[in-house]
């Protein structure tokens, strides 16, 4: 499947895994931001890697949570 997408695509040499493009949305507002942020967050909770989202260690929610993280959040 991965190589039949890739050869559909001339910037692809064999193999294509992620969907080409972006589309980015203005986070215009606090309400906006939040609702990009906890689908960010969640992710790792709606794949079944961890419970909640502070416990995924690569997630900027633990910021949020004042726990161990391995980078700071602004």
Same mark, same amino acid.
């Given at each position: 499947?991965?190589?039949?997408? =890739?050869?559909?695509?001339?910037?692809?040499?064999?193999?294509?895994?992620?969907?080409?493009?972006?589309?980015?949305?203005?986070?215009?507002?606090?309400?906006?931001?939040?609702?990009?942020?906890?689908?960010?967050?969640?992710?790792?909770?709606?794949? =079944?890697?961890?419970?909640?989202?502070?416990?995924?260690?690569?997630?900027?929610?633990?910021?949020?949570?004042?726990?161990?993280?391995?980078?700071?959040?602004?």
């Amino acid at each position: 499947m991965m190589e039949r997408a =890739g050869k559909k695509n001339s910037q692809s040499i064999s193999f294509r895994l992620w969907q080409q493009g972006n589309h980015p949305i203005e986070l215009f507002d606090d309400k906006i931001l939040h609702q990009k942020l906890d689908y960010i967050h969640n992710n790792p909770v709606e794949a =079944g890697i961890v419970e909640k989202p502070e416990d995924y260690l690569y997630s900027s929610a633990r910021n949020y949570y004042s726990l161990p993280a391995l980078f700071d959040v602004n």
